[in-house]
């Protein structure tokens, strides 16, 4: 996958793809926000309104090892947060893919049910299913009992109707205390002795990424991390992604398309909206330690468009288009895990979450979810407070974004009435 020195002078080395001023700015101010919140593991991808004819039936052509686990993933693999049609699963696993990641609290237990339906049919040992430590209403916490976590994954088994989860995540997680609780760690391992599970996960974005994951990874707990990774962010998780690999330690990367916004920009010609995804999967899959990739998929055109990434190696025109993506968005995309600008606020906004619900919105067409998820928001801190605020906020964003202006267009979009 990754390419050499002095061949196709399209294609670009491993050093070129992962070194960049630019990344290293944008890195080191990220590390140093505060995290409040795990709602940009929430996101998913968009649909296209397109297809190309050369899409196709594009099947996937890339299986990399997933760490010590044993399982060779498809490198672009089936993120179910929307997942509502059985049959979509069933056309993905005709085309190659064979990693499933779901959740309870994914469409309110419909995506495990829908997946359950859709794996019927097929070999176990063909596909590798992951969920969460999670129940409809969302994360456990790190202190539930641990008969109730043991309840929570049994649930998820019968949903899913299958006998064991290859992985369950401690999801969401944003310290080392809660990474290391041990209530999921007790319950992993019960359930592990009873054969319910197989391998342990973490998932994770939280600006203390390297702390958390970097004693994931020496922990020699944890089999796969899922990790928020895209295009110039986090550029101190290589490092992390190669002690994982050497130590047998699965990654995959989640939130690989950095807000979608593709789908919206103006100056973007139709044919670079088209191939935005395939450009941002293949730079997240030249990095060779990463075991592949997860993105949201719920409708078959999606497969098509996202498949013809696999196994392709990236060029320079696929990073051109991811620069100048970069550079449309710097002032408008809200860096997942960032939160610098929270303490500023006197009315307590949850500016970062907000930022995301109009995300929601606007590049992934999920209105109504984001509309429901603003509502519940305190109606004491909803950005309704903004229109005659000051804006202390604004100084405090490394990355100049217009948090005002942009809370009082995303109040007037979200709220219902
Ligand atoms: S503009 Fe809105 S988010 Fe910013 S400080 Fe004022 S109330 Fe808070
Ligand atoms: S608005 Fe800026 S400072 Fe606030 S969370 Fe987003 S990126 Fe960070």
Same mark, same amino acid.
């Given at each position: 996958?990754?390419?050499?020195?002095?061949?196709?002078?399209?294609?670009?080395?491993r050093? %070129?793809?992962?070194?960049?001023?630019?990344?290293?700015?944008?890195?080191?101010?990220?590390?140093?926000?505060?995290?409040?919140?795990?709602l940009?593991?929430?996101?998913? %991808?968009?649909?296209?309104?397109?297809?190309?004819?050369?899409?196709?039936? +594009?099947?996937?052509v890339?299986?990399?090892?997933?760490?010590?686990?044993?399982?060779?993933?498809?490198?672009?693999?089936?993120?179910?947060?929307?997942?509502?049609?059985?049959? !979509?699963?069933? =056309?993905a696993?005709?085309?190659?893919?064979?990693?499933?990641d779901?959740?309870?609290?994914?469409?309110?237990?419909?995506?495990?049910?829908? #997946?359950?339906?859709?794996?019927?049919?097929?070999? =176990?040992?063909?596909?590798?299913?992951?969920s969460?430590?999670?129940?409809?209403?969302?994360?456990?916490?790190?202190?539930t009992?641990?008969?109730?976590?043991?309840?929570a994954?049994?649930?998820?088994?019968?949903?899913?109707?299958?006998d064991? #989860?290859? #992985? !369950?995540?401690?999801?969401?997680?944003?310290?080392?205390?809660?990474?290391?609780?041990?209530?999921?760690?007790?319950?992993?391992?019960?359930?592990?002795?009873?054969?319910?599970?197989?391998?342990?996960? !973490?998932?994770?974005?939280?600006?203390?990424?390297?702390?958390?994951?970097?004693?994931?990874?020496?922990?020699?707990?944890?089999?796969?991390?899922?990790?928020?990774?895209?295009?110039?962010?986090?550029?101190?998780?290589?490092?992390?992604f190669h002690?994982?690999?050497?130590?047998?330690?699965?990654v995959? &990367?989640?939130?690989?398309?950095?807000? %979608?916004?593709?789908?919206?920009l103006?100056?973007f &010609?139709? +044919?670079?909206?088209?191939?935005?995804?395939q450009?941002a999967?293949?730079?997240?899959?030249?990095?060779?330690?990463?075991?592949?990739?997860?993105?949201?998929?719920?409708?078959?055109?999606?497969?098509?468009? /996202?498949l013809?990434?696999?196994?392709?190696?990236?060029?320079?025109?696929?990073?051109?288009?991811?620069?100048? /993506?970069d550079?449309?968005v710097?002032?408008? /995309?809200?860096?997942?895990g960032?939160?610098?600008?929270?303490?500023?606020?006197?009315?307590?906004?949850?500016?970062?979450?907000?930022?995301?619900?109009?995300? /929601?919105?606007?590049?992934?067409?999920?209105?109504?979810? %984001?509309?429901?998820?603003?509502?519940?928001?305190?109606?004491?801190?909803?950005a309704?407070?903004?229109?005659? @605020?000051? &804006?202390?906020?604004?100084?405090? @964003?490394?990355?100049?974004?217009?948090?005002?202006?942009r #809370?009082?267009e995303?109040?007037?979009?979200?709220?219902?009435?």
């Open positions: 996958m990754v390419m050499a020195e002095g061949g196709d002078e399209t294609k670009l080395t050093r %070129a793809l992962l070194t960049s001023t630019g990344a290293i700015a944008a890195g080191a101010a990220v590390a140093g926000c505060e995290y409040k919140t795990q940009y593991l929430l996101s998913d %991808a968009p649909e296209t309104d397109r297809k190309l004819a050369s899409w196709g039936d +594009s099947k996937v890339g299986h990399r090892p997933l760490g010590r686990t044993g399982f060779e993933m498809s490198d672009i693999s089936f993120g179910t947060s929307k997942l509502q049609d059985p049959a !979509v699963v069933q =056309r696993i005709e085309r190659g893919i064979n990693y499933f779901t959740s309870p609290d994914y469409s309110d237990e419909a995506s495990e049910k829908a #997946l359950g339906q859709g794996i019927k049919g097929t070999p =176990r040992d063909q596909i590798f299913i992951a969460k430590f999670c129940s409809s209403e969302g994360h456990l916490d790190d202190d009992p641990v008969p109730e976590v043991m309840r994954v049994e649930g998820s088994l019968r949903r899913l109707q299958v064991h #989860l290859d #992985l !369950v995540h401690i999801h969401a997680v944003n310290s080392v205390e809660r990474l290391m609780s041990p209530n999921l760690h007790e319950a992993f391992d019960r359930l592990k002795e009873q054969g319910k599970v197989r391998f342990l996960g !973490v998932s994770s974005h939280t600006p203390r990424l390297e702390e958390v994951m970097g004693r994931a990874v020496g922990s020699d707990r944890f089999d796969v991390i899922m990790v928020a990774y895209n295009f110039k962010n986090w550029p101190q998780l290589h490092d992390i002690e994982a690999h050497q130590r047998g330690v699965g995959v &990367a989640m939130k690989t398309l950095k807000g %979608a916004y593709h789908t919206q103006a100056d &010609a139709p +044919s670079e909206r088209e191939s935005f995804a450009a999967f293949k730079w997240v899959l030249a990095n060779p330690d990463v075991s592949g990739l997860v993105v949201t998929i719920s409708h078959f055109p999606q497969i098509d468009e /996202y013809y990434a696999s196994g392709q190696e990236i060029t320079k025109q696929d990073v051109a288009l991811l620069e100048k /993506y550079q449309q710097a002032k408008i /995309y809200c860096r997942p960032c939160g610098e600008c929270l303490e500023s606020c006197p009315a307590d906004v949850p500016i970062d979450d907000v930022l995301r619900y109009r995300m /929601y919105a606007e590049s992934y067409g999920q209105e109504r979810d %984001a509309m429901r998820s603003y509502a519940k928001v305190d109606p004491q801190r909803t309704d407070n903004c229109a005659t @605020c000051p &804006a202390p906020c604004e100084p405090a @964003c490394p990355f100049e974004i217009p948090i005002r202006e #809370l009082v995303a109040h007037r979009l979200l709220r219902f009435g």
